[in-house]
Nanobody, 119 residues
Framework: QVQLVESGGGLVQAGGSLRLSCAASGSISSINDMAWYRQTPGQQRELVATVTSGGSTNYADSVKGRFTISRDNAKNTVYLQMNSLKPEDTAVYYC?????????????WGQGTQVTVSS
């Protein structure tokens, strides 16, 4: 059994910062790509940022230059540092991880954490 537990969401004013964390626990051999997604009501979940096991990153155009994804492989944790937040960043943020156990790769999701940016 594997769990992803997120923390760090909340309410912040426009221009402020938040840092999200997501820790994986359970029967884990290794973790491949990790990512953050976000979703607003009535919209599809969208990819925000990804980081490979080697540390290579990719970002959605809407967050480039403002958000930074990173990971601590020793702690099985992925982070999302969000700066210069805008009201349009308001969403439920989900972490995602491709986790290997029993020699197979599985796709896991966190429970989601609400980020609200007030204008």
């Amino acid at each position: 059994q594997v769990q992803l537990v997120e923390s760090g969401g909340g309410l912040v004013q426009a221009g402020g910062s938040l840092r999200l964390s997501c820790a994986a626990s359970g029967s884990i051999s290794s973790i491949n790509d990790m990512a953050w997604y976000r979703q607003t009501p009535g919209q599809q979940r969208e990819l925000v940022a990804t980081v490979t096991s080697g540390g290579s990153t990719n970002y959605a155009d809407s967050v480039k230059g403002r958000f930074t994804i990173s990971r601590d492989n020793a702690k099985n944790t992925v982070y999302l540092q969000m700066n210069s937040l805008k009201p349009e960043d308001t969403a439920v943020y989900y972490c995602n991880a491709l986790i290997v156990h029993w020699d197979l790769e599985y796709d896991y999701w966190g429970q989601g954490t609400q980020v609200t940016v007030s204008s």
